[in-house]
């Protein structure tokens, strides 16, 4: 959340809350799976280190974005700080079919033209540049197999889309009018996106080919007044896994079917989960890495 839509929202509290009472659909029981949490890099000052984001090369280099220092890191498996390069305001960060990364720029509202860079996960010295510019209010950034960009806008109506080339697909656009999304992952065809502005918290699944054609596939917040603050989300092990920004969770949901749980409960403000792939002794069957607003990096072991 690099606009900071959340911080503001909760006043800045990293503590977790518990889920109120809900129908079925909503997350209020743990998952049967058995998750435990290690700390993979420490945070600092909560809101001020904010890592905002993060994505695996798949050749050993753990990518993240930095928002409030400006900045993108490369961790190796071992958690040594191998690189770090200068973006201003970075945000979503992905893996293209290319093999190339991308990132957003501009995330923070202070910064009024983003856009997205790409850089070198194999050089030495990654030296980013601009793939699209001139975008503001943006945040999570999805890529599908054809190259084509997906970025997401928590204050706007309107998933974005651009072609591999940067020029924007105005047409996709108009029809993936969600309001608020925040975190994109791609599934198969289909496209599913967090929404942290609605107060009944959805997940959102938008079909590649149809997007005018989407479609609620949980609400996990039937109480108002239990906004979750939907963050990132990622595929893992058949269902989604989504944080919780508010409460401090990682939610499990089923996309076939709604049902939800709680996998993680007592994190400090996360913002963003990615399967670890290609990075040294993790599975990618069992791991996840998780960033904070609190500026921690984390392992979450499932199973």
């Known amino acids: 959340m690099g606009s900071l839509v959340a911080a503001l929202l909760v006043g800045g509290s990293g503590t977790a809350t518990a889920a109120a009472a809900a129908p079925a659909a909503a997350a209020t029981a743990p998952c049967p799976e058995r998750a435990s949490v290690e700390v993979f890099r420490e945070g600092g000052i909560p809101l001020v280190d ?26 190796a498996p071992d958690g040594t700080l191998k690189t770090s390069f200068p973006v201003p305001g970075p945000g979503g960060i992905r893996r293209g079919p290319d093999g190339m990364m991308y990132v957003n720029f501009g995330v923070n509202p202070l910064t009024p033209r983003g856009g997205i860079m790409r850089f070198d996960p194999t050089a030495a010295h990654p030296e980013p540049q601009k793939v699209v510019e001139g975008i503001s209010g943006i945040n999570g950034l999805a890529i599908d197999v054809h190259g084509n960009f997906y970025v997401s806008r928590e204050l706007a109506t309107g998933i974005l889309k651009f072609r591999p080339d940067g ?25 599913y996106a967090s929404v942290i502005t609605d107060t009944s918290s959805p997940v959102v699944r938008i079909p590649l080919d149809d997007p005018a054609n989407h479609t609620t596939i949980t609400n ?42 709680v996998l993680v409960d007592g994190l400090r403000m ?34």
Do not use: M
């Not at 996360?270 to 921690?296: K, Q, W």
């Open 50 to 75: 904010w890592r905002e984001n993060l994505e695996f090369d798949g050749r050993g280099t753990l990518w993240v974005s930095h928002v409030t220092k400006h900045r993108v890191e490369g961790y």
């Open 167 to 191: 020029t924007q697909d105005e047409e996709w656009t108009k029809k993936a009018n969600v309001f608020g999304t925040n975190g994109l992952e791609i599934v198969g065809d289909q496209l």
């Open 220 to 261: 996990l917040s039937p109480n108002p007044l239990d906004i979750k603050l939907l963050d990132d989300l990622t595929y893992f092990g058949g269902n989604l896994v989504v944080a919780s920004f508010r409460d401090g969770q990682l939610i499990q949901v089923n996309p076939a079917t709604g049902r939800s749980c």
């Open 270 to 303: 996360p913002t963003s989960v990615r399967i670890a792939r290609g990075f040294g002794g993790n599975d990618p069957r069992h791991d996840l890495f998780v960033v904070e607003a609190s500026g921690r990096i984390l392992k979450v072991r499932v199973g």
